[in-house]
T-cell receptor
Framework: NAGVTQTPKFQVLKTGQSMTLQCAQD?????MSWYRQDPGMGLRLIHY???????DQGEVPNGYNVSRSTTEDFPLRLLSAAPSQTSVYFC??????????????FGEGSWLTVV | AQTVTQSQPEMSVQEAETVTLSCTYD???????LFWYKQPPSRQMILVIR??????QNATENRFSVNFQKAAKSFSLKISDSQLGDAAMYFC??????????????FGSGTKLNVKP
């Protein structure tokens, strides 16, 4: 029962480097999203997808790219890492309907430090 | 955009006692969903309880219950018989109603709950 799987769990980057955070879900959910969590703040939406081939920006999209080529995968790319992107990143999936619909399922988080 | 406010950054409760965490939100929608999530030190987000706005009855899940006041836009979480394992950060979350093509979630800033033995 994997749910939402994120990799890597921890990563240290140098300023200017690029990297991709991987996210996969095995629940056949239409909706997937990426959030970042900074100290003292709630989760903020970076990008989201309503299905394969469809993505859109959330609240804090600058510096990040996403794509959704399959229902299962939703990678988040940092184009040129900056110290302001040091954060904990959560991938999530959800769907509407059913007894457990309208609920969002989170991965375990990816801790990213940019030095 | 909807906003979710948790005015208590940190709270403490004695083991076996009851504690209430507060949450208010701002919205112009009539149909939406509210959630409480627990985040232990592992950082994993765990669903505690959810409430559909169209339901007048307050949701309950074992020792967890909510007080949903729709007119006041208030959604508090009551934890009864607090246990050491309840110590965590708790996030209140709002989800847009089904009319939208994406169910956006908005989160509060969290309340850190300490449980004293």
């Amino acid at each position: 029962n994997a749910g939402v799987t994120q990799t890597p769990k921890f990563q240290v980057l140098k300023t200017g480097q690029s990297m991709t955070l991987q996210c996969a879900q095995d629940m056949n959910h239409e909706y997937m999203s990426w959030y970042r969590q900074d100290p003292g703040m709630g989760l903020r939406l970076i990008h989201y997808s309503v299905g394969a081939g469809i993505t859109d920006q959330g609240e804090v999209p600058n510096g990040y790219n996403v794509s959704r080529s399959t229902t299962e995968d939703f990678p988040l790319r940092l184009l040129s890492a900056a110290p302001s992107q040091t954060s904990v990143y959560f991938c999530a999936s959800s769907y509407v309907g059913g007894s457990s619909g309208n609920t969002i399922y989170f991965g375990e988080g990816s801790w990213l430090t940019v030095v | 955009a909807q906003t979710v406010t948790q005015s208590q950054p940190e709270m403490s409760v004695q083991e076996a006692e009851t504690v209430t965490l507060s949450c208010t939100y701002d919205t112009s929608e009539s149909d939406y969903y509210l959630f409480w999530y627990k985040q232990p030190p592992s950082r994993q987000m765990i669903l505690v309880i959810r409430q559909e706005a169209y339901k007048q009855q307050n949701a309950t899940e074992n020792r967890f219950s909510v007080n949903f006041q729709k007119a006041a836009k208030s959604f508090s979480l009551k934890i009864s018989d607090s246990q050491l394992g309840d110590a965590a950060m708790y996030f209140c979350a709002y989800r847009t109603g089904p009319l939208y093509n994406f169910n956006k979630f908005y989160f509060g800033s969290g309340t850190k709950l300490n449980v004293k033995p």
